[in-house]
């Protein structure tokens, strides 16, 4: 059959139409491919600007979240409490001792500054101990209670006053087991007067014992020294309190041990009963600021305890002088009182919520701590400066320490406190007040009589 010319031809007509087709709809293809890459090339170069501006945003955020995190902190630590008003005496202080020689002055101011210092560093370390559970944080509490008492003492023993270095640590020891366990005692029974208050008495017991292990370490050496018992006069009384102090330094580094891998941990009490509180009394107890602020306002409040401390220490003389009281009475009552602030504060506000465990934690551990490790290491860092710093607290002071610790070892051994024995523990602390107040130190010239 043949085929039909035209009709081929309209068939290679309509095939080439077809394919001029194809290559036009291919070549819009490609033109709207082109078009679309062109577009999105665009649409990200002009997306880049606003990527950036989006970045500088998010850093205005974050430095401005960081500036009203740090008011905040500032805020809450330097503003929260109306005993902060004191904090503008240490400034003041250095000023005047810049300006003039008014040593009693000096000594006032500087001792006023540091109180809210001190009870800022104590409230510190207790947000630290939000992060590091209760027996880390109960050790916390008890060693940056004690860091105004060894900062003071670093300074004094540098100066070459080691009588001030003594009677300041036998001080903060009487201070915490009479007045500031007494008052805990007093308050405690006042409000929970109908019933008396219970804590672990096995706990107490084994402070206590350490505190006699720590009375016989300066016993020794001042009995060695007024019996005239030496081997090598002058000697051997210094090496005895070198001896003795690392072994006291070992003792307490078992405790410590002992405390850290024990189940019944002296701060275990204090996990127990917080568990037993309600949620109210949780989110009362809540961290206010976080881990690291707390690290980096325990350094700041720490170094600046540290600053007014030398001002303290140079002033000490000349204040006894100007102001007519002893030295031993400023070393032993005033300094003390002074670096226990916080403790005191503390410890009542628990005995008064019937936490009596914690309050005890507080007064009796920080007694501890300074009898088994405060009074050993400073006789240790004088030995490397070349200083006599020994366990010879003098015959005075060491059968007072020893009559203080009998009497708060009789409190404890029964379990019970009620506000009888604090009041007892008070009078007992008045007593010692009034003793050194009349006491004339041989080893201090500016407590010596002026001859008629």
């Not at 819009?28 to 078009?35: A, F, G, I, K, P």
């Not at 209670?145 to 003071?152: F, K, M, R, S």
């Not at 208050?197 to 084994?206: P, T």
Request: negative net charge; proline residues 4%.
């Amino acid at each position: 059959m043949a085929k039909d010319p035209q009709f081929t031809g309209a068939k290679s007509h309509l095939e080439m139409g077809s394919l001029e087709g194809r290559a036009v709809l291919q070549l819009e293809d490609e033109n709207l491919v082109n078009s679309k890459n062109n577009d999105r090339r665009t649409s990200s170069m002009d997306a880049t600007p606003q990527i950036s501006v989006f970045d500088a945003d998010a850093d205005d955020v974050s430095c401005k979240c960081m500036w009203n995190n740090l008011v905040r902190q500032m805020q809450i630590v330097l503003f929260s409490k109306k005993l902060n008003m004191l904090i503008p005496c240490g400034p003041l202080a250095i000023l005047v001792d810049e300006l003039t020689d008014h040593h009693g002055w000096i000594f006032f101011l500087s001792l006023l500054g540091i109180i809210p210092l001190a009870e800022r560093l104590g409230w510190a370390t207790e947000q630290l101990a939000f992060y590091t559970g209760p027996t880390v944080g109960g050790l916390l509490n008890a060693t940056f209670g004690n860091a105004t008492e060894l900062i003071i003492s670093m300074y004094a023993l540098r100066r070459g006053m080691i009588r001030v270095v003594q009677q300041s640590l036998l001080g903060s020891i009487l201070s915490n087991t009479l007045l500031v366990l007494g008052c805990a005692f007093f308050g405690g029974g006042l409000v929970h007067s109908s019933k008396d208050q219970v804590f672990d008495k096995g706990n107490a017991v084994m402070n206590s014992g350490l505190l006699l292990m720590a009375v016989m370490g300066l016993l020794f050496p001042a009995v060695l020294h007024f019996t005239h018992t030496e081997v090598h006069f002058g000697k051997s009384e210094l090496a005895l309190s070198r001896f003795s102090s690392c072994v006291m330094l070992v003792a307490y580094g078992a405790y410590l041990f002992y405390q850290l891998t024990s189940q019944n941990s002296l701060y275990m009490p204090i996990a127990e009963e917080e568990g037993e509180n309600d949620g109210g009394a949780d989110e009362e107890e809540a961290p206010e600021i976080s881990k690291w602020g707390s690290i980096v306002w325990l350094s700041i409040l720490t170094l600046w305890i540290a600053v007014l401390s030398e001002y303290l220490v140079n002033a000490i003389e000349g204040a006894s002088v100007a102001m007519s009281i002893p030295v031993s009475f400023i070393s032993v009552i005033l300094l003390p009182i002074v670096g226990n602030a916080a403790e005191h504060a503390g410890a009542v506000m628990f005995a008064v919520k019937d936490k009596l465990d914690i309050s005890l934690g507080v007064a009796i551990g920080s007694s501890t701590q300074i009898a088994m490790f405060g009074i050993p290491f400073c006789v240790v860092v004088g030995w490397i400066m070349g200083r006599p710093m020994d366990l010879n607290f003098q015959l005075f002071e060491t059968a007072t320490l020893f009559m203080s610790v009998l009497v708060v070892a009789f409190m404890l051994q029964d379990g019970t406190s009620n506000y009888f024995k604090g009041l007892m523990l008070l009078l007992c602390y008045l007593i010692v007040a009034a003793s050194f107040f009349v006491h004339i130190d041989p080893e201090s010239i500016q407590d010596k009589p002026k001859k008629p």
